[in-house]
């Protein structure tokens, strides 16, 4: 079983920059792939990032890649996304998951993950 605590969402303008947090429990977080993921009002939840176990993998959503970064640190049990360059459409709350993982891979659909946070909120004003 792993919880997870995302922190570090706010309102930040067009142009700027917020660091997520995810905070996960246990002691096998070394184990878990991680994935972030964002869901507007009315939409579905979308794929934004993912990282493998090691943290030798990394996979983007094309909307972000180049403005976002994932990154982990396994001796704090935290994955983190930093953000730049934020648009008004990056408006979302934003949940990290979870998933067991044998393979040094990592997954982007929604159904991959076994393990949510409750997401934080982020809004990119114009």
């Known amino acids: 079983q792993v919880q997870l605590v995302e922190s570090g969402g706010g309102l930040v303008q067009a142009g700027g920059s917020l660091r997520l947090s995810c905070a996960a429990s246990g002691r096998t977080f070394s184990s878990y792939a991680m994935g972030w993921f964002r869901q507007a009002p009315g939409k579905e939840r979308d794929f934004v990032a993912a990282?493998?176990?090691?943290?030798?993998?990394?996979s983007y959503a094309s909307s972000v890649k180049g403005r976002f970064t994932i990154s982990r640190d396994n001796a704090m049990n935290t994955v983190f996304l930093q953000m730049n360059s934020l648009k008004p459409e990056d408006t979302a709350v934003y949940f990290c998951?979870?998933?067991?993982?044998?393979?040094?891979?990592?997954?982007?659909?929604?159904?991959?993950?076994?393990?949510w946070g409750q997401g934080t909120q982020v809004t990119v004003s114009s």
């Open positions: 998951a979870a998933r067991l993982s044998a393979y040094d891979n990592t997954y982007y659909r929604t159904s991959d993950y076994d393990y």
């Open positions: 990282i493998s176990k090691t943290g030798g993998g990394t």
